[in-house]
């Protein structure tokens, strides 16, 4: 995630999908679809409106909305309580979901900022304040579609 600053007052997350490996999310996957089964920070499985999350809030930038699947607001509320979530897309299955007109989605966006900036201090996102340890599970077997657990690489601040 690009442009985070000094003088970032917040972070708006628009056209989101669920992590890898959610049942019945239209198009989920996490960072490469047909690579990563699942990315786990310190032990939290995390797609990638967490990873975003946990990178604004290591520079103290709140996240306090996001849009898209109806499946991330699940995400939304384990990562980031009290961010604002707008559902523009409800999954009919992995491969399809029924969309808002996208003037009606705009809309519901555009109504839902003003009090998702105004509660901005409300919302408790994901933090790593210590040592993070990262690890992906990989699928190894495009047969069998059984992913691997690897360890990465380790943080340290």
Same mark, same amino acid.
């Given at each position: 995630?690009?442009? *985070?600053? $000094? %003088?970032? %007052?917040?972070? /708006?997350? @628009?056209?989101?999908?669920?992590?890898? &490996?959610?049942? &019945?999310? #239209? /198009?989920? !996957?996490?960072?490469?679809?047909?690579? =990563?089964?699942?990315?786990?920070?310190?032990?939290?499985?995390?797609?990638?409106?967490? *990873?975003?999350?946990?990178?604004?809030?290591?520079?103290? @930038?709140?996240?306090?909305? @996001?849009? &898209?699947? %109806?499946? =991330?607001?699940?995400?939304?509320?384990?990562?980031?309580?009290?961010?604002?979530?707008?559902?523009?897309?409800?999954?009919?299955? #992995?491969?399809?979901?029924? *969309?808002?007109?996208? $003037?009606?989605?705009?809309?519901? =966006?555009?109504?839902?900022?003003?009090?998702?900036?105004?509660? +901005?201090?409300?919302?408790?996102?994901?933090?790593? $304040?210590?040592? =993070?340890?990262?690890? #992906?599970?990989?699928? !190894?077997?495009?047969?069998? +579609?059984?992913?691997?657990? +690897?360890? /990465?690489?380790?943080? $340290?601040?």
């Amino acid at each position: 995630m690009a442009g *985070l600053a $000094d %003088d970032t %007052d917040a972070v /708006l997350f @628009v056209g989101y999908h669920a992590k890898a &490996g959610i049942a &019945g999310s #239209a /198009l989920a !996957h996490t960072i490469a679809g047909g690579l =990563i089964a699942d990315v786990r920070c310190s032990g939290h499985s995390l797609g990638e409106l967490g *990873l975003s999350i946990a990178l604004a809030a290591h520079y103290g @930038v709140p996240p306090v909305l @996001v849009s &898209g699947h %109806d499946t =991330i607001a699940t995400e939304a509320a384990e990562v980031a309580p009290g961010m604002r979530c707008v559902v523009v897309k409800t999954a009919l299955g #992995a491969r399809s979901a029924a *969309l808002l007109h996208p $003037d009606e989605a705009r809309d519901r =966006i555009q109504q839902a900022v003003p009090d998702a900036l105004a509660n +901005r201090e409300s919302v408790r996102p994901l933090r790593f $304040d210590a040592r =993070i340890r990262i690890a #992906a599970a990989v699928w !190894h077997n495009e047969h069998t +579609r059984q992913p691997v657990m +690897r360890s /990465l690489t380790a943080y $340290d601040r």
